[in-house]
């Protein structure tokens, strides 16, 4: 008998004790926007509760992965069809004044009703899946990043109706983009639903897959500037494609990151500059196409009927 009894005081200890270490759930809100199901996680106990802990806990990439990361992935990445994705954004957090004032930033603005006006907006130009998007601040190392590059947010969709959300608050014009943003994962998020076949991309199709994401932004929030859209000059644009235009229809993971993300040739950011123009003129020389015809029409007929090399031949003109 003593022996049982011991057995369930050590039993009810490792309960307490689990009860004691467990996570705390996102806060969630649940919508429905033109028949559609619309998920909003915010992670403000979540951080509350990574930066309490990690006061003992030195080992951050641990402490960001269980605390934080194994959190989202229990939430958004099954059956994502761009689950790989996850892994980019895994950067651990450092527990410290910064991302608490982002996180108490993030928790003094009415989220909620921001995203839903959005959403209103976005779903009744193009409807989509049942949606789920995660708020998180984002961590300190890619606060230079955004400095870099006057963005004050990063957005990463995964698959279907599944999309990421990484704000630094410490913008001043972070609620400004914030609608521009949510719009052009939105618009990826609908494409996947309708288009996917696997991530195996030709160049020209992930252009044209981020062009049109921001094309369908830029048309319901043109007065936000989003700089990655402009981001080359016309001569350093022309320069770009001439390296880059025989390969275009060629494929690779390896191709398409040093398009989007630069490298000692091709600055950070052209991709989406060259992927826009494209889709523009494009869009310019068919204006009655909408955007529910535009999400579906084959990349390679939206580059040959864009008279884009034509463009750039002007543009040198001028």
């Given at each position: 008998m003593k022996t049982k009894y011991l057995v369930a005081l050590i039993f009810s200890g490792l309960l307490v004790t689990s009860c004691q270490d467990k996570t705390p759930e996102f806060e969630k809100t649940v919508l429905t926007i033109n028949n559609q199901r619309i998920e909003i996680l915010t992670a403000f106990k979540l951080f509350d509760n990574y930066l309490e802990k990690s006061k003992t806990n030195t080992n951050i990439i641990r402490a960001s992965k269980r605390l934080v990361y194994d959190r989202v992935k229990k939430e958004i990445i099954s059956n994502a069809e761009a689950a790989f994705l996850f892994n980019t954004i895994k950067v651990p957090y450092k527990p410290n004044e910064y991302l608490k004032a982002e996180t108490d930033a993030l928790k003094s603005i009415d989220l909620i009703s921001i995203i839903k006006e959005v959403l209103i907006k976005v779903t009744s130009e193009l409807p989509g899946p049942d949606t789920k998007?995660?708020?998180l601040p984002a961590s300190e190392y890619l606060h230079q990043t955004?400095?870099?590059n006057n963005l004050p947010l990063s957005g990463l969709t995964i698959g279907t109706g599944k999309i990421i959300l990484m704000i630094d608050p410490t913008f001043e014009n972070w609620t400004d983009f914030l609608p521009y943003a949510i719009a052009h994962e939105y618009h990826h998020s609908t494409w996947i639903s309708r288009n996917w076949v696997s991530s195996d991309f030709s160049l020209i199709e992930y252009l044209i897959f981020e062009g049109r994401a921001d094309m369908f932004a830029s048309d319901l929030y043109g007065n936000m500037n989003n700089p990655l859209i402009k981001i080359l000059s016309k001569?350093?644009?022309t320069q770009v494609w001439r390296l880059i235009e025989n390969e275009i229809f060629e494929k690779g993971h390896a191709r398409i990151n040093k398009v989007m993300f630069g490298d000692d040739m091709i600055p950070f950011g052209s991709g989406y500059t060259i992927g826009f123009n494209i889709v523009k003129h494009y869009k310019q020389k068919n204006p009655?196409?909408?955007?529910?015809?535009?999400?579906?029409r084959d990349p390679k007929l939206i580059?040959?009927?864009s008279g884009y090399t034509d463009y750039l031949t002007e543009k040198n003109k001028n």
């Open positions: 998007i995660i708020i955004f400095e870099k001569q350093q644009e009655t196409v909408s955007n529910l015809d535009l999400i579906d580059f040959k009927l």
